[in-house]
């Protein structure tokens, strides 16, 4: 659980805007596999062809293929939307620990160029930077820039997946 309260929605994953105004990425469609209760912005993998949600394990989330662009029905085969994180794609996520002191949910200038672990707050389903998971074959994303000013609590930077941790 992640040591500061999030609050669902402003904090979820989502794309982050391009120097254009738009979009960074493009939706994709998978089948939602049986009981998927995510929230939109959940990092998301495959079962069996079917999109679940990605599980922590082994303090690393593996094979993400996407980020929720909506809400999990919660009916086995519902068309799901999802954003596909690969290389090129910006998205935008909230800084926090999910243990430890003030400085790990804190948005730091320091934190640009640095990569961390994605972990989910377990009682809001959101996920966020875990800046406590620095071990290399840990981390799922690279810091690339802040959006909100450094010292922001709960602060939100524009992240890159690294691909090690991903299908693409």
């Not at 994709?28 to 209760?37: I, N, V």
């Amino acid at each position: 659980m992640a040591i500061y309260t999030m609050k669902y929605g402003r904090d979820h994953v989502k794309p982050a805007n391009s120097g254009s105004g738009g979009l960074s990425c493009v939706l994709c469609e998978g089948k939602e596999g049986s009981s998927q209760s995510f929230k939109k912005g959940a990092l998301l993998t495959t079962s069996s062809g079917k999109i679940v949600t990605a599980a922590v394990a082994s303090s690393k989330v593996s094979n993400v293929i996407g980020v929720a662009a909506h809400d999990a029905s919660g009916t086995a085969s519902t068309p799901v939307l999802f954003y596909p994180v690969k290389s090129d794609m910006e998205f935008t996520a909230v800084v926090n620990g999910s243990t430890g002191s003030a400085a790990n949910y804190t948005l730091k200038q320091s934190d640009v160029g640095v990569a961390y672990g994605m972990r989910v707050d377990t009682s809001t389903k959101a996920w966020y930077i875990d800046k406590t998971v620095t071990t290399a074959a840990n981390t799922n994303v690279v810091v690339v820039r802040l959006l909100d000013p450094a010292e922001t609590v709960l602060g939100r930077a524009v992240i890159k997946f690294r691909t090690t941790n991903t299908i693409y």
